[in-house]
């Protein structure tokens, strides 16, 4: 069976050449084809001599996740649906979205196929948790779409890990794939361009704050206390406010590291004015900013917020010294909340189109 490299660190490539009898620095042009110069063809590896290309093909394969639909939106922003495994695992659809905007794009991708960490307002939990996906699955989503956008794209991306699945539980997978996509030698992003976005996994959160290399984080708060939040969001049960805000409080935040609380604002659920204070309050002493998402209805029971509540919210926690952003979801018309596409593609779909 030949040797899946996309995913493998350039100290992995560098053993794995050294397995086939050649030097350090094949592996190193290896990771730069692969990685900076996104050649997933081993004959399109100019850089090394034609018999070690012919040697990898033989020995090695490179499987970047396949393109099965695409849904360009109004917008601008493209969502993808990806088909992995096959040969190299349990095959199973993903997605990703590409979002250009001037001077630069962001690429939101998934770390997990399905999800089992169960939001209530999220369509992905619908399909539970099909499997994890591999470091190679995961860099592969970035590397493919920026392949496939070539021809317009900005000098900077920003990479989200906010598709399908909780990338804190995949955490080893997932961090080989930030790593990689960090690397100045590989896909060279910068660290504050790169953010995780997590439901609240407490163990999770220590873990990243031990590592030396890493992303930056985003919670998924989504509201004020435990009871809604247990009622929103069942991890909160196991992991439930306090834990999760001491988690950010011992957080070694590097100068000029902030946290990001994502908050979709669901009308009539957390968006009153007292939830707005009590977020304030929750989050005072973090370094952190707000992301409001305003929720967009679609397939679940749940309510848009009106203009005015959105206003009053941010402007609550503004005034309590709380940098607060609106961000409304791209790619709306092709269903952009999480999960969605992949719900529309299952033989089954579930509530999502009903
Ligand atoms: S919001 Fe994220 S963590 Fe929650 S169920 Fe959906 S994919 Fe999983």
Redesign the pocket.
Known sequence: MPVELLGKSAEELREFVATLGERPFRGAQLHHALYAERRFDFAAMTNMPAAFRERLAREACITPPRIARRFPSVDGSIRYLFSIGGEQGKPAQIEAVFMPREGRQTICIST?AG?????H?????QLGLIRNLTAGEIVGQVLVLLEENRGQLEPQTNVVL?????PLLNYDATMAAVRILLDPKGVALAPRHVTL???GIVPGIERLGREKIRPSLAI?LNASNDEQRNAL?P?NRKYPLDALLDACRNYPLRPREYFTFEYVLLGGVNDTPEDARRVARLIAHIRAKVNLIPWNPGNLPYRAPTPESIEAFQRILMEKKVPTFIRYSRGQDVFAA??QLALMETPNPLVAIQ
């Open positions: 997990q999800c089992a960490v169960d939001c307002f999220c369509l992905t939990a906010m598709g399908q699945g909780e976005s997590t439901s998924s969001m991890i999480c999960g």
